[in-house]
């Protein structure tokens, strides 16, 4: 059998020694596995433990219990394989578009060693990165010059120039409008299926799970566990016509249910832990 990219093994965290002592715990019992080049998400009712899911997955959190490994390896600290990009962009209102994206390359090892010699060769490969999403003629622009949208498309790509192996999407479009938001799913899609990192992505929006993702876990309300994993059998690439489809939508209330279920406080552990697909 094909090793497991991403495997968490019963794992639970309290965030410090007080709660830990005291059985209060912001994730419990976590066990899933996740293959090489596969996207899932990760949705829920707020404070589930999503964000907290994201931090043991990079490593700037280790588990009280259980274990994880990634790529193969344990995970024991930060990982340098990974990528991240949030809801808020957060480009340096001083660099421009360009420059933003090779920030990573200016800190990250091996890059960093060799910025200066390889500096044009590392800015070539930014542009072509740019010009994929749609910001050809915006490299050389400042945050300020474009819009929410654009600036998100510059914040993935800043996450990707260092080709991880792994992108973790925190709520990335969900400042951005309707429209912005689904042309951002398309150059999603389409990133990963040119270049094939994993993906987890962590959303509110169930609609952009069932697009983007090839498995969707759902998340109780804390203390957080997975109570139901969802494949997402819909045949890729994905359009967003799919989204119009009897099946695209039967599948986002399936998942609406669920978690309407979790919020009511109908999902119990030992009825929930049987919920998966």
């Not at 931090?55 to 588990?63: D, E, I, N, S, Y």
């Not at 697009?211 to 359009?239: C, N, Q, W």
């Amino acid at each position: 059998m094909t090793t497991p990219f991403v495997s968490f093994d019963h794992v639970w965290l309290a965030y410090n020694d007080e709660l830990l002592a005291k059985g209060q715990f912001a994730v419990e019992d976590i066990s899933l596995q996740v293959n090489a080049g596969e996207f899932i998400a990760i949705v829920g009712p707020s404070g589930c433990g999503k964000s907290t899911f994201m931090k043991l997955t990079t490593g700037l959190k280790m588990p009280s219990k259980g274990s994880i490994r990634i790529d193969g390896a344990p995970v024991t600290g930060p990982l340098k394989i990974s990528g991240m990009s949030f809801q808020a962009p957060n480009l340096l209102p001083w660099r421009t578009t360009v420059d933003n994206v090779l920030l990573p390359l200016e800190i990250v090892e091996p890059y960093r060693s060799n910025f200066r010699s390889k500096r044009a060769e590392y800015e070539q490969k930014a542009r072509k990165l740019l010009q994929s999403v749609g910001l050809g003629g915006y490299e050389d622009k400042f945050p300020w010059q474009l819009s929410g949208g654009m600036q998100q498309r510059a914040s993935i790509c800043r996450a990707l120039i260092h080709e991880p192996k792994m992108l973790l999407l925190d709520e990335p479009f969900g400042a951005l409008d309707a429209f912005t938001r689904e042309e951002l799913w398309c150059a999603m899609r389409d990133l990963q299926a040119a270049q094939k990192f994993n993906v987890i992505l962590v959303t509110h929006d169930l609609r952009e799970s069932v697009f983007l993702a090839d498995t969707v876990y759902v998340m109780s309300k804390s203390p957080g566990r997975i109570v139901v994993k969802r494949h997402i059998e819909l045949p890729r690439p994905r359009d967003l016509e799919v989204t119009y489809t009897p099946a695209f939508t039967d599948i986002v209330h399936e998942l609406r249910g669920h978690i309407g279920a979790i919020r009511g406080g109908a999902a119990t552990a030992p009825v929930a832990a049987q919920a998966y697909y």
